[in-house]
T-cell receptor, first 115, second 115 residues
């Protein structure tokens, strides 16, 4: 049982480069999320998706794009990388959100450095 | 909007000491409340949760009680172990049920337990 799989685990980008962070889950969860974790700042929501073909912005979407062509995959695209995007990125999924109280399943994260 | 405030860290304890990590929140209505734990180099894992006032969540010797009157969800453990060293995040989910499971996180508290 893989859960939520993120690749790559580490990446160094130069300013202006682009890349895609991959996220896949095998639990048939409809809800998927991308968060970034900055030191001492907790986690901030970048984008989320409530099902295949449906995505929406979170708190900090600027500089990122997402797509959700299948239930399993939710890639995060960085265009024109900037030093401010240096962070640890977490993908998460859940079966039933909101007041049902079900928590998320998190991936192990991608540590990205932009130089 | 919703917000979560955790006690400032880091917290350093000796093995078998009593642990309290304070968490207070601001939200309209009755959010679900969570504690997540992040061990070094790993993603976040759900530690415990509570979905209504006066509920007590518990797991692995940790517990937290949902206090509506003080808008708090403090994490406690009677006797910590070295293996409890990690970062602990308090979080809430939107009480209105319209946020598609989006979580609001506190900034995290680093706990280090010495033998």
């Amino acid at each position: 049982n893989a859960g939520v799989t993120q690749t790559p685990k580490f990446r160094i980008l130069k300013i202006g480069q682009s890349m895609t962070l991959q996220c896949a889950q095998d639990m048939n969860h409809n809800y998927m999320y991308w968060y970034r974790q900055d030191p001492g700042m907790g986690l901030k929501l970048i984008y989320y998706s409530v099902g295949a073909g449906i995505t929406d912005k979170g708190e900090v979407p600027n500089g990122y794009n997402v797509s959700r062509s299948t239930t399993e995959d939710f890639p995060l695209r960085l265009e024109l990388a900037a030093p401010s995007q240096t962070s640890v990125y977490f993908c998460a999924s859940s079966y039933f959100p909101g007041q049902g109280g079900y928590g998320y399943t998190f991936g192990s994260g991608t540590r990205l450095t932009v130089v | 909007g919703n917000s979560v405030t955790q006690m400032e860290g880091p917290v350093t304890l000796s093995e078998e000491a009593f642990l309290t990590i304070n968490c207070t929140y601001t939200a309209t209505g009755y959010p679900s409340l969570f504690w997540y734990v992040q061990y070094p180099g790993e993603g976040l894992q759900l530690l415990l949760k509570a979905t209504k006032a006066d509920d007590k969540g518990s797991n692995k010797g940790f517990e937290a009680t949902y206090r509506k009157e003080t808008t708090s969800f403090h994490l406690e453990k009677g006797s910590v172990q070295v293996s409890d060293s990690a970062v602990y995040f308090c979080a809430l989910s939107d009480p209105l049920g319209t946020s598609y499971g989006k979580l609001t996180f506190g900034q995290g508290t680093i706990l280090t337990v010495h033998p």
